[in-house]
């Protein structure tokens, strides 16, 4: 895999978010593979359409492609992302593709994850601004993506610090997160936030009381349940179920 960015596609453009989005799409569609079922290329759709920038043949999966400049290499908290309402709809109506954020520096990719369309719920996007009046779009309203409240396990390494994953760790590792797909988003939610919170404790062996520390900031997100330490309970039943934590002995567990 050749991480450089091929800097001559760019020389008739002027605008660097053009020359962003040319340099990008051509890196994905040169390199990349399905990252779902395997195939060994992915299409580009034409510009502006709707369910995404690549699609598989095969597994008719849709990908959107975010990218950002970064001189230190990491991958940013949030992604700046379109119009605010129809983010939302889409993730509300099960329609979202599945996205690669990409961070580069000196036009060659550092970083390339892939996050499954069922790790995004309408928690981790931000609502920006509207648009001043004086603006050509005045009073749009845009949004960011926060990043760093989807867990771990749905931020799928393809290119780390410019070092390609293998194919079959990649594929494996979307396919562990297959279990957590749910057309209920308020079940969604809560299936995240609990295994988010797992993943930050640090042991890999952990107890009912220490999730129970997360009771407030579960009740700050979740304000129409009266009852956190019950759903907590449950939740955990859930992830238990799933392959991701596995029951020790009355309110002990262990990461799987």
């Known amino acids: 895999m050749n991480f450089n960015f091929n800097l001559e ?36 759709y034409e510009n502006n359409h709707p369910t995404g920038d690549f699609y598989c043949k095969d597994c008719s999966s849709d990908f959107e492609l975010k990218s950002k400049e970064s001189n230190s290499g990491n991958l940013a908290k949030t992604i700046v992302d379109g119009e605010y309402s129809t983010m939302i709809s889409r993730i509300t109506s099960f329609q979202n593709p599945n996205f690669f954020f990409m961070t580069y520096k000196n036009h060659s990719v550092n970083n390339l994850i892939l996050i499954p369309n069922h790790f995004f719920t ?47 760790n990649v594929i494996s590792n979307y396919a562990k997160t297959k ?29 009912l009381k220490q999730v129970y520390a997360f009771e407030d900031e579960l009740k700050l997100k979740h304000p129409e349940n009266n009852f956190v330490k019950d759903k907590i309970r449950q939740q955990l039943q859930y992830l238990r179920d799933k392959g991701f934590i596995e029951f020790i002995s009355p309110g002990n567990y262990r990461k799987i």
């Not at 990043?147 to 780390?160: L, Q, R, V």
């Open 122 to 168: 309408p928690q981790i996007i931000i609502k920006r601004k509207p648009l001043s009046p004086n603006a050509r779009r005045a009073g749009w309203v845009g949004c960011n993506i926060d990043i760093s409240s989807i867990p771990d396990t749905g931020k799928i390494f393809i290119i780390k610090n410019q070092v390609e994953i293998t194919h079959e």
């Open 179 to 207: 279990s957590l797909q749910t057309n209920n988003m308020d079940s969604r939610c809560w299936l995240l936030d609990m295994l988010s919170c797992v993943e930050r404790i640090s042991e890999q062996n952990f107890t």
């Open 9 to 44: 596609l760019a020389n008739n453009y002027l605008s660097n978010s053009q020359k962003t989005r040319i340099l990008t799409e051509d890196w994905i569609e040169r390199n990349l593979y399905c990252p779902i079922c395997g195939k060994s290329y992915i299409n580009r």
